[in-house]
């Protein structure tokens, strides 16, 4: 979990999971909508990725379309999701399943609607121990019982046979987890895992999620709004805006130093940050965009206090900036920092040229 | 808010413009057994006062009790047992006529600007309403009213005829807080106004909502789960807990020294944007106890 052990990580060893320029669209009648458009990051074993946005930036369909989740009238249209050495667009829908639950595991927001409320908790896990390793009757509710003990359910012998309604908030996304890691996954994808819980809950399930990470190396997704959290669980930071990854950087870089315009506005927006008690909240103005177009400006332009003329006609290419060379990037024309700006546009220019399509 | 506010409370205190008096208040939701009833005890003999002028915190877990005392100050709930006195005067027996002029002075945000705003009517009927309801002046007057406190909640006078899916979230909780304002009301209750907003869209409410205070001279009991948000906003904190008020203080005081130990254990597992603060966090183990049986949802 600590920083350096996965920056370690990621000099040595190909990432566990490798998501490439994905774009996500869905078709509706009036218009083709880019929720996802053109991210691509890394997820190493060991590491936890956190993906910070605000509603509509396209968090959770990044998170849906790694999962091969994304529903009619959505669609991946371009992109690769490397996992493992293959790519996981080229699998058939028999081959999904079996890594859906097996090696990647997903943890939603409300555990109350990804439990069936007609089954036991005990009944649920099995399921997954039956489906993904084939075991079945006393093996299995044993197994069952070692998760539920694993996720600091106490009691376990009991609740195995309770069912989701018995359960708290708390005790019901620690059975969701109990489920995800029943598999012994790699990957675990977690959305907004503990926005439905009061903090004191959510402060035990971070914990939870740490040691489950130092005990079996997951590598994590961690998919959250709320910057507090993310700066507690995340080694990386990918911070998302209408569809793009904006900034990547590791978390102590992204909170000290944030590069990209958005960036700041949004660290800046959260109350009580040593904000003079009678200084009013910093803003953005104007709302998140839907994004309906090629990306051939910068989505932020119209909201960033930035901007200049350029922003509306040249796409931001990420750049690298930082000391640390190659772990923090940014996608504003604002950067590299050390150029004139013409000769900084120069590049973003040039290089989204040299991208394209590649399904 | 430190210094200047500790100053201003010092001098509404000294003026003694206590707005809201709540004694000893109890809320039991009844469980409707026929034999010997075990009820819900939502609120557990509460007692604390607002000062006019002042915004006070309310912070707890879910089902710590928070919304319903604040629902049984709008009388929203039959209060138990106890009394709650605003300027002066009970207002847990109140009928008829003086309870409708009390309706005037107290309103309420609710959290979920979706479902506390009606589908079927445009933002001019929603913010229109409460002065239909309350007969005030004549129909014009009050359509021109509409437009006025559309502008103050940062809303364009054409989103009169709109409806509220035609908005997003900030803005709807923008049309709520304008229904709020209608009939100028002394006293209002927030309950977690801006939890379901994003951190962005979050400032620019609480922003106004400071604006609206200090503008119109607003009490406010801030009701939230956020204690960023409650710090940020609240002059005074009152920590709630299984129905009982364990803690209540000037907002730093509270939150730099803790006195109790829940209040403690609760802020320590606030997340903190800043990876690099060493965690000195006392996570409470297990669940809360169940104090109460076949708790109904307490919201």
């Known amino acids: 979990m600590s920083t350096e052990q996965a920056r370690s990580a990621r000099t040595k060893g190909e990432p566990l999971l490798s998501v490439e320029n994905l774009r996500t669209s869905f078709y509706t009648d009036k218009e083709v909508i880019r929720a996802v458009d053109g991210i691509s990051f890394d997820i190493f074993r060991g590491e936890t990725v956190g993906i910070v946005g605000e509603s509509g930036s396209g968090k959770s369909v990044t998170a849906r379309s790694i999962m091969r989740l994304v529903e009619n009238p959505g669609r991946i249209e371009n992109g690769r999701i490397m996992y493992d050495g293959e790519d996981l667009l080229d699998k058939s829908p028999k081959q999904m399943r079996s890594i859906r639950g097996g090696s990647i595991a997903m943890v939603f927001q409300d555990p109350l609607t990804s439990l069936n409320p007609v089954y036991t908790v005990g009944n649920q896990i099995k399921e997954a121990l039956r489906l993904h390793r084939g075991l079945s009757g006393s093996k299995a509710t044993k197994e069952a019982i070692e998760l539920l003990e694993a996720v600091g359910i106490p009691d376990a012998h009991r609740r195995v046979r309770e069912y989701p309604h018995q359960f708290s908030g708390g005790m019901r996304q620690r059975a969701v987890i109990a489920m995800a890691l029943a598999c012994d996954p790699e990957l675990l994808i977690c959305d907004e895992p503990t926005t439905a819980l009061d903090v004191t809950i959510q402060a035990q399930i971070l914990e939870l999620l740490e040691e489950l990470q130092e005990e079996r190396d997951l590598g994590i997704m961690f998919i959250t709004h709320d910057m507090g959290v993310i700066a507690e669980i995340a080694d990386r930071v990918n911070v998302m805006y209408a569809g793009e990854i904006i900034e990547s950087a590791p978390v102590v870089e992204l909170f000290e130093s944030p590069k990209h315009p958005y960036t700041q506005g949004l660290l800046n927006s959260i109350p009580g940050q040593g904000l003079d008690e009678n200084e009013r909240l910093a803003t953005i103005e104007g709302d998140v965009p839907t994004p309906n177009e090629d990306p051939t400006y910068c989505r932020f332009a119209p909201r960033c206090p930035k901007a200049f003329a350029e922003c509306d006609t040249v796409h931001p290419e990420p750049v690298e900036v930082g000391d640390d060379a190659g772990q923090h990037h940014v996608s504003c024309l604002l950067y590299p920092e050390d150029l004139p700006t013409e000769e900084a546009v120069a590049v973003h220019r040039e290089g989204g040229q040299r991208g394209g399509d590649t399904r | ?299």
Not at chain 2, 262 to 267: D, F, G, I, N, P
């Open chain 2, 1 to 299: 808010m430190s210094t200047t506010s500790t100053e201003e409370e010092r001098t509404t205190t000294a003026r003694g413009e206590t707005i809201l008096e709540v004694n000893d208040l109890k809320t039991y939701y009844e469980d409707g057994g026929l034999l010997g009833s075990n009820p819900v005890k939502a609120v557990d003999g509460v007692s604390f006062d607002i000062q006019r002028g002042e915004t006070l915190g309310l912070v707890g877990e879910s089902g710590c009790g928070k919304s319903t005392l604040g629902r049984t100050l709008m009388r929203l709930e039959e209060a138990t047992a106890g009394e709650v006195k605003l300027n002066g005067t009970d207002i847990t027996t109140l009928s008829g006529s003086d309870l409708k002029q009390f309706r005037k002075d107290v309103q309420m945000v609710f959290q979920d600007p979706d479902s506390s705003l009606n589908e079927r009517m445009t933002v001019g009927e929603i913010v229109r309403e409460p002065l239909d309801v309350h007969d005030w002046k004549t129909p014009s007057e009050r359509r021109e009213r509409v437009r006025e406190l559309l502008e103050t909640v940062g809303l364009q006078e054409q989103h009169y005829y709109r409806y509220p899916h035609q908005f997003s979230g900030g803005q709807r909780q923008r049309i709520g807080i304008a229904r709020a304002l209608a009939l100028e009301p002394e006293f209002i209750i927030l309950d977690e106004p801006v939890s379901a907003l994003d951190v962005s869209v979050q400032a620019k409410i609480l922003n106004l909502l400071e604006d609206l205070q200090s503008e119109f001279g607003l009490t406010y009991l801030f009701i939230a789960h956020d204690l960023a948000v409650v710090r940020h906003i609240c002059d005074r904190v009152a920590v709630m807990y299984l129905g009982n008020m364990m803690e209540i203080g000037p907002a730093d005081e509270l939150f730099d020294e803790p006195a109790n130990p829940y209040t403690h254990a609760l802020l320590s597992s606030i997340p903190e944007p800043d990876p690099t603060v060493e965690r000195d966090r006392i996570t409470l183990r297990g669940t809360r106890r169940r104090a109460v049986r076949s708790r109904p949802a307490v919201r």
